[in-house]
T-cell receptor
Framework: EPEVTQTPSHQVTQMGQEVILRCVPI?????FYWYRQILGQKVEFLVS????????KSEIFDDQFSVERPDGSNFTLKIRSTKLEDSAMYFC????????????FGPGTRLTVL | DAKTTQPPSMDCAEGRAANLPCNHS???????VYWYRQIHSQGPQYIIH???NNETNEMASLIITEDRKSSTLILPHATLRDTAVYYC????????????????FGQGTILTVHP
């Protein structure tokens, strides 16, 4: 069964460093998402991406964040200058493009900012 | 999107049915009810969704009241592996029929299945 994959599973970085989190969505899906979950808190929407552009973003997704689909298979989230409060699980998700909202989530990347 | 209310936690004995309630009294006519679950910090997993009719798939059943103001997710024979946080989410469709993308997760219900 096809699944969303994410790498790395755990990323440790120093405050102020740039990080890139990588996702490979399911191959025939058209909509892509990033969510995050700070330890002990709710899953929060960050951004959605369709047709090579951002379709929606939350207040969390400020100028320090960017997304890209560089080669038609990978979907990346970049944080330019990490802060301590960026420490969280980051989940990528994809959706086929039907009118329904069955999103398929990856296993997540745990980002730890020191 | 309509707001949902779920109990913070529930227990269930292994092998018994788990019935997880959700209130969505402000739901509007074009909004669907979705259920997802999250097992111990893994990525959320889609379970089922419905509009007004009851739905069943290999994982669960979804019962939506006639006024659509509440729903119940039923896991017919809960196992220890069903221990997870269960999220009830209400989402609508755009005028053209395509879905809004983002999912808005609440705190959900922590379901603990015990032997």
């Amino acid at each position: 069964e096809p699944e969303v994959t994410q790498t790395p599973s755990h990323q440790v970085t120093q405050m102020g460093q740039e990080v890139i989190l990588r996702c490979v969505p399911i191959s025939n899906h058209l909509y892509f998402y990033w969510y995050r979950q700070i330890l002990g808190q709710k899953v929060e929407f960050l951004v959605s991406f369709y047709n090579n552009e951002i379709s929606e973003k939350s207040e969390i997704f400020d100028d320090q964040f960017s997304v890209e689909r560089p080669d038609g298979s990978n979907f990346t989230l970049k944080i330019r200058s990490t802060k301590l409060e960026d420490s969280a699980m980051y989940f990528c998700a994809s959706r086929p493009g039907s009118s329904y909202n069955e999103q398929f989530f990856g296993p997540g990347t745990r980002l730890t900012v020191l | 999107d309509a707001k949902t209310t779920q109990p913070p936690s529930m227990d269930c004995a292994e092998g018994r049915a788990a019935n997880l309630p959700c209130n969505h009294s402000t739901i509007s006519g074009n909004e669907y009810v979705y259920w997802y679950r999250q097992i111990h910090s893994q990525g959320p997993q889609y379970i089922i969704h419905g509009l007004k009719n009851n739905e069943t798939n290999e994982m669960a059943s979804l019962i939506i009241t006639e006024d659509r103001k509440s729903s119940t997710l039923i896991l017919p024979h809960a196992t220890l592996r069903d221990t997870a946080v269960y999220y009830c989410i209400v989402r609508g469709l755009r005028a053209g029929g395509t879905s809004y993308g983002k999912l808005t997760f609440g705190q959900g219900t922590i379901l603990t299945v015990h032997p």
